[in-house]
């Protein structure tokens, strides 16, 4: 194998593939990134049994062939690398690199023990980049972390004709986020959950072409089948999907509210971020709504205590509510819009965080459900 390639356009395809090497490798080939080189690209590839990644980059070839090199070691080397042109070779059990006046040399693995990336599944169709990335954020921010419950680490994905929702939860909190989409079939319809950190780092990571397309497995036995694929900006990834009966999230957003309130959304994170300073691990900070008006409370007792007071819409009745500060803010970050309304039924029953409501009276297509931190007397 010898080729010449862009010193940044290395880097880049080997960074990206890099994200997907396992940090403890079950086996040790999983921990190498697998090089191919045809005679005008070069083909990298990294896998872990549950998520694959490939991505291709133009290349002047002189000799096509294959290696498997530490993927971690080559990522390293590739960012340290001078801005110069890259030369890679192999001689035998070893991969040469050459940038300038630095040269390196790796060891090979064997490429026979690599195994096969699975196949792409179908197509099911596309969506604007952008648009894609920022949906995912807003809704994994809620996922779980306990990775005893997959079933709440992941983000689960509902495509209905040219609709898509994603939704996660962690028990307390639960984001949900409708998109329109470009499906290959209107009757498209199927639900998957995917693990919600992979999703993330997939859509954030795939924003450098104009559009991503979602692939589905096409049920039992089928191409793809238990797993979900993006390609985008000459980059494919695949996951496998996670088990299990999503809750059912759609029930738990009240059917009618006692009434909400409406804050600035810079303002209400600045304070809550100050107020918040006091409050303990795991401890609430408390809102009271007036009309014209939201306090904010943190401590009690012989503890550190903060109070600020912030301009506030109402409408219906004042009502005292607390929540984890920390949910709170995740949420406000992610509304995208200058107001907030949080609307409400009781003290202790969940309240729902939306940006400005849609001028037609329609669902927003962001809503982020906190459950409220219940008071004692």
């Not at 010449?4 to 990134?33: E, K, N, S």
């Not at 990834?237 to 299990?244: E, F, H, I, M, V």
């Not at 009309?291 to 009745?317: I, R, S």
Request: net charge negative; hydrophobic share 40%; proline share 6%.
């Amino acid at each position: 194998m010898k080729f010449r390639i862009d010193r940044d356009a290395l880097a880049d395809a080997v960074a990206w593939t890099a994200r997907t090497l396992p940090v403890r490798p079950p086996v040790p080939v999983l921990a190498g990134m697998h090089l191919e080189a045809t005679e005008e690209r070069l083909k990298l590839s990294a896998f872990d049994y549950e998520v694959s990644a490939q991505v291709s980059a133009d290349i002047d070839c002189h000799e096509p062939g294959t290696a498997l090199v530490s993927g971690r070691l080559l990522a390293e080397i590739c960012r340290a690398l001078p801005p110069h042109p890259v030369e890679v070779t192999t001689d035998g059990a070893k991969v040469m690199l050459q940038c300038g006046s630095a040269k390196f040399t790796l060891l090979t693995m064997p490429v026979e023990d690599y195994p096969s990336l699975p196949a792409m599944p179908p197509v099911a169709g596309t969506v604007g980049s952008d648009e894609f990335a920022s949906a995912v954020a807003q809704v994994a921010i809620a996922a779980g972390r306990d990775d005893t419950i997959p079933m709440l680490t992941g983000v689960r994905v509902e495509i209905d004709g040219d609709t898509v929702t994603l939704a996660s939860t962690d028990r307390y909190r639960l984001a949900v986020r409708e998109f329109k989409w470009s499906p290959d079939t209107l009757s498209a319809n199927a639900v998957a959950l995917i693990p919600a950190k992979t999703l993330a780092d997939t859509a954030k990571s795939l924003t450098s072409g104009a559009e991503v397309k979602i692939s589905l497995g096409t049920g039992e036995g089928g191409q793809g089948e238990g797993m979900i694929g993006f390609e985008g900006g000459g980059r494919k990834t695949t996951s496998r999907l996670l088990d299990g009966d999503f809750v059912k999230y759609r029930s738990l957003f009240p059917a009618e509210y006692a009434g909400y309130a409406e804050v600035q959304t810079s303002a209400f994170v600045d304070a809550l971020k100050r107020v918040a300073l006091v409050a303990e691990r795991n401890t609430p900070v408390r809102l009271s709504f007036h009309q014209g008006e939201v306090v904010l409370e943190a401590g009690t007792g012989d503890e550190a205590q903060a109070v600020e007071a912030l301009e506030a819409t109402l409408e219906g009745d004042d009502i005292n509510i607390a929540f984890n500060p920390g949910y709170v803010l995740d949420g406000l970050a992610q509304i995208a819009s200058d107001v907030a309304r949080l609307s409400f039924t009781t003290p202790t029953k969940p309240a729902v965080l939306t940006g400005k409501p849609l001028e037609d009276g329609g669902v927003p297509a962001y809503r982020y459900l906190i459950m409220p931190v219940r008071l004692s007397n």
